[in-house]
């Protein structure tokens, strides 16, 4: 079976612009959650989605949002980007409400 | 919300010895404690988890411990080899919440 895969891989914006990444979860996997991790903040969790429905978010501003579509593959937006949104943006998908498989991430880095 | 801390940051040990990272956590409502493994340049890999009802969980070479009274939980790697060089993350996770909160990572070294 196929793992998470997260698309692009690596992203370069300068400040003021917005992204929008993608991720695929695993093939049967309903859930898709989002994390960031950056070196200072460790791993944080942004949102999660399960059949389309945003079922939990993070405490990050308005600026991240994100979504699902009917075949479970999920985006999430950041918009006017700020230098502090350079991270390693992480997607995993779930089958069961707990087990969670992480893609490979996409790498933003903002100018 | 849930606060998890982890410990050492940092764990270096001889090839064949054994390595514990140990997590406490806050939230008493939590019950289910993964353990995640990542590689440079890779996604964390879930390495191994113990849910609440469970006080301990082996897999080959790998187990977790947990203490509900304490909260607090432990991996134990025995015979480590150099594969097992990685940063290593505990998390914690409540029903129906449906998020991960981890731990700040430890980077384990194995020496050869």
């Known amino acids: 079976k196929a793992g998470v895969t997260q698309t692009p891989r690596y992203l370069i914006k300068t400040r003021g612009q917005q992204v929008t990444l993608s991720c695929s979860p695993i093939s049967g996997h309903r859930s898709v959650s989002w994390y960031q991790q950056t070196p200072g903040q460790g791993l944080q969790f942004l949102f999660e989605?399960?059949?389309?429905?945003?079922?939990n978010k993070g405490n990050f501003p308005g600026r991240f949002s994100g979504r699902q579509f009917s075949n479970s593959r999920s985006e999430m937006n950041v918009s006017t980007l700020e230098l502090g949104d350079s991270a390693l943006y992480l997607c995993?998908?779930?089958?069961?409400?707990?087990?969670?498989?992480f893609g490979p991430g996409t790498r933003l880095t903002v100018l | 919300g849930e606060n998890v801390e982890q410990h050492p940051s940092t764990l270096s040990v001889q090839e064949g010895d054994s390595a514990v990272i140990k997590c406490t956590y806050s939230?008493?409502?939590?019950?289910?404690f993964p353990w995640y493994k990542q590689e440079l340049g890779k996604g964390p890999q879930l390495i191994i988890d113990?849910?609440?009802?469970?006080g301990e969980k082996k897999d080959q070479r790998i187990a977790v411990t947990l203490n509900k009274t304490a909260k607090h939980f432990s991996l134990h790697i025995t015979e480590t080899q150099p594969e097992d060089s990685a940063v290593y993350f505990c998390?914690?996770?409540?029903?129906?919440?449906?998020?991960?909160?981890f731990g700040a990572g430890t980077t384990v070294t194995v020496r050869a």
């Open positions: 998390a914690a996770q409540r029903s129906n919440d449906y998020k991960l909160s």
């Open positions: 939230d008493s409502a939590s019950n289910y």
């Open positions: 989605y399960f059949s389309e429905t945003q079922r």
């Open positions: 113990i849910r609440s009802n469970v």
């Open positions: 995993a998908s779930s089958y069961s409400d707990f087990e969670q498989f």
